[in-house]
């Protein structure tokens, strides 16, 4: 009997902690790419936004400060993968720790005849089970800009968590099952991707960041970014991925673009006053 009490609390959190309207303005002005859908979705965005700030901890680490701007504009992104999933798919972890710049990451890799290669990463972000949940903030403040093409730390690392949860990307097995329409959306997915591994191997010029060949996985993530904010682009670029992604996500980004009239370039006015 607890349904009662979740839509008490749903309804208090979104009375109490309701985003200000001008901040909530101030986001879509800066993101375009969250605003390129009906006013029904863009308040169910809201909603879900103001939710997952009440549920997740934020922290800024190397002396940032997160601010009610940056931790509006980290929610928004990171809940238009699930807006129609619901919240719960970004269940699972609490805290977002929010870093000025990348991180370099130290990394030990060991080959195949058994050599251990060690080497400098730099992260943007970093997704992992259980959380938290690392970004950049420069990279997420450029992603007004960096949208045209296809890039988005935040959906990209909340994609990763999506996935984690749903096991997508990890079910090996899964991708041979052609007996189920799961089974079936895998196999495409991965073909998709063995399809995309060959042209990056070749050096042929891509639309999608050519690191979506590292694995299914990266595939995912990467394709999730473009997919939101820039999808005019990937379905003429890669239409049989969009087609995959619409049917997970359950949107149809560039439907709902054209909508409203077709806009993907940022829009006037869309930067930052302060
Ligand atoms: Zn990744």
């Given at each position: 009997m607890t349904g009662w009490w979740r839509r008490w609390r749903r309804t208090r959190t979104l009375e109490r902690r309701a985003i200000p309207d001008a901040l909530w303005q101030q986001t879509l002005a800066r993101y375009p790419f969250l605003a390129a859908r009906s006013e029904a979705k863009v308040a169910t965005l809201r909603e879900m936004t103001t939710l997952f700030l009440a549920r997740k901890e934020f922290g800024g680490a190397g002396g940032l400060v997160v601010d009610d701007a940056m931790a509006v504009a980290i929610a928004a992104q990171a809940c238009l993968p699930a807006l129609e999933l619901g919240l719960s798919w970004l269940d699972g972890f609490v805290g977002i720790v929010v870093h000025p710049d990348a991180v370099v990451a130290h990394r030990e890799r060991e080959d195949e005849v058994g050599i251990v290669h060690s080497y400098d990463e730099e992260l943007s972000g970093e997704a992992m089970h259980g959380g938290p949940v690392m970004l950049a903030w420069r990279d997420v403040d450029e992603a007004g800009e960096s949208a045209e093409q296809g890039y988005n730390v935040v959906i990209h690392e909340f994609a990763h968590v999506i996935d984690m949860r749903a096991g997508i990307t990890f079910d090996a097995e899964a991708t041979a099952d052609r007996s189920t329409a799961r089974g079936r959306w895998l196999r495409s997915l991965f073909l998709e991707h063995e399809r995309f591994a060959r042209r990056a191997d070749r050096d042929d010029e891509t639309f999608?960041?050519?690191?979506?060949?590292?694995s299914l996985e990266e595939f995912f993530a990467v394709g999730s970014e473009a997919f939101f904010v820039a999808p005019a682009t990937l379905k003429t670029e890669q239409p049989r991925l969009y087609r995959l992604l619409a049917e997970f996500y359950r949107q149809d980004p560039e439907r709902d673009r054209m909508e409203q009239g077709g806009r993907e370039a940022p829009l006037k006015g869309a930067k930052r006053e302060t």
């Open positions: 999608l960041d050519p690191y979506a060949a590292e």
